[in-house]
C-alpha cells in the first residue's frame, strides 16, 4: 500500500510549497480586508471547481457516460459545499463555512498523508495528456488550497456544538444518498460498493465469503460511513485547532 508515489512527490510538494507562498502573499494583501474581500479568493476557485465539473460531465458525455462521473464521492461534496460558503450570505453563514473548512480540512489531510488513495501516480503521469487526469489533480489540488486560505484568510466559522452537529449531520445523509447509489447502480461511490485500500477489501471480501453478500455489504457500508463520522469528527477537532492558532497568530484583524 503505497502512500507517496514518486510522482506525488515530485508534484505535489512543489504544489504545496508555491500554495503556502501565494497563502502568505493573499494574506498580506487581503488580511485586514472585511469579509466580503477575503472571500474572493474562495469565489475565484469555487468558479473553477465548477467549470472542471462543466468540463468533467461534457466529456463523460461525449464519450458515452461513465457512471462513475455522477458527483456521489466524497470530494463531490465540494463541488456544493465550497461554492455554497463562497457566495451564501445568510443567517446560517457561519454554519456553512464550518462545515466547508472541515469538508475542504478532510482532503487536505488526506493528500498530505496518503495522496495515492485520492488520484493514481497515473493521473500526475497523464495530467497534460488525458482530460480526466488533469481534472482530478487541479480539481483536489484547488481543494487542498482553498484549505490554506480558509485559514490564512480567516475565513471559517465557529467551532462550537452546533457546527458539530451539521458537519455530521451533513456527512451521515450524503454517505447514506452515495451508498444507496452505489448498490443500486454497481458503482464505486465514496468507496461504498468496494474498497480501495487493499486490506480492508481484502477484509470485505472475506466477510462475503463468511456470511453471505447482503449481511457482509450491510456492515460494510455502516462501516464505512462510521468510519466517515469520525474521520470528519476528528478534522473537526484539527481545524478547530488551527483556527484557534490562526486567531492568536493574526489577533486584531477584522473578523
Not at 43 to 48: E, F, Y
Request: proline share 4%.
Amino acid at each position: 500500500m503505497e502512500l507517496w508515489s514518486p510522482a506525488h512527490i515530485r508534484s505535489l510538494l512543489p504544489s504545496i510549497g508555491v500554495m503556502l507562498i501565494l497563502c502568505v502573499l493573499l494574506r498580506l494583501w487581503l488580511g485586514k480586508k472585511p469579509l466580503r474581500v477575503r472571500m474572493i479568493p474562495i469565489q475565484v476557485i469555487a468558479v473553477l471547481l465548477i467549470l472542471l465539473e462543466i468540463g468533467k460531465q461534457a466529456v463523460s458525455f461525449s464519450k458515452g457516460y461513465d457512471l462513475y462521473h455522477i458527483p456521489l464521492h466524497f470530494c463531490s461534496l465540494f463541488l456544493f459545499s465550497i461554492p455554497l460558503m463562497a457566495f451564501y450570505r445568510g443567517r446560517h453563514e457561519a454554519v456553512v463555512r464550518t462545515v466547508t473548512t472541515v469538508l475542504c480540512g478532510s482532503a487536505m489531510l488526506l493528500m498530505t498523508v496518503y495522496p495515492a488513495l485520492i488520484y493514481p501516480a497515473w493521473d500526475v503521469e497523464n495530467f497534460f495528456s488525458a482530460f480526466f487526469s488533469f481534472h482530478t489533480v487541479t480539481f483536489h489540488g484547488l481543494v487542498y488550497f482553498a484549505y490554506l486560505l480558509i485559514l490564512t484568510l480567516r475565513l471559517y466559522g465557529d467551532f462550537g456544538r452546533r457546527e458539530l452537529k451539521a458537519t455530521l449531520i451533513a456527512i451521515t445523509i450524503f454517505s447514506a444518498v452515495a451508498a444507496t447509489a452505489a448498490q443500486l447502480l454497481k458503482t464505486n461511490f465514496t468507496n461504498m460498493y468496494q474498497c480501495n485500500i487493499p486490506p480492508i477489501e481484502v477484509l470485505r471480501q472475506s466477510l462475503i465469503a463468511s456470511w453471505g453478500y447482503v449481511p457482509a455489504q450491510l456492515t460494510y457500508v455502516a462501516g464505512v460511513t462510521a468510519g466517515h463520522i469520525l474521520f470528519l469528527w476528528g478534522v473537526f477537532a484539527l481545524s478547530k485547532l488551527l483556527a484557534r492558532l490562526a486567531d492568536r497568530v493574526f489577533v486584531g484583524d477584522k473578523a
